[in-house]
């Protein structure tokens, strides 16, 4: 995405250079700085917290608990 918002850099009009500048550092800020620093040290932070589901938020998801799963999954699931 770099190069290709880079390449619109050598464009002949002015406004394609800019928004292909300012988007070519947008991308490479969000790509260096954001994903590689912040993200995986919010990540250490939160702990198990970061993957479990917000107590309001357990009655939406769309995947079943092993209770209610049927009998005939419940039988593929298990490893005996």
């Known amino acids: ?3 290709v918002f880079g390449s619109f850099i050598l464009g002949g009009e002015r406004i394609i250079e800019m928004f ?3 988007l070519a550092s947008a991308v490479l800020l969000d790509a260096l700085i954001v994903r590689s620093i912040i993200v995986p040290g ?3 932070i939160l702990g198990k917290a970061n993957w479990t589901l ?3 938020l357990i009655g ?3 995947t079943s608990t092993s209770k209610a ?3 005939t999954i ?3 699931l298990s490893l005996t």
């Open 42 to 44: 919010l990540m250490l």
């Open 69 to 71: 799963a049927s009998p």
């Open 54 to 56: 917000p107590k309001r």
């Open 20 to 22: 292909g500048l300012g």
């Open 74 to 76: 419940r039988s593929r």
């Open 1 to 3: 995405m770099i190069l």
């Open 60 to 62: 939406c998801s769309r």
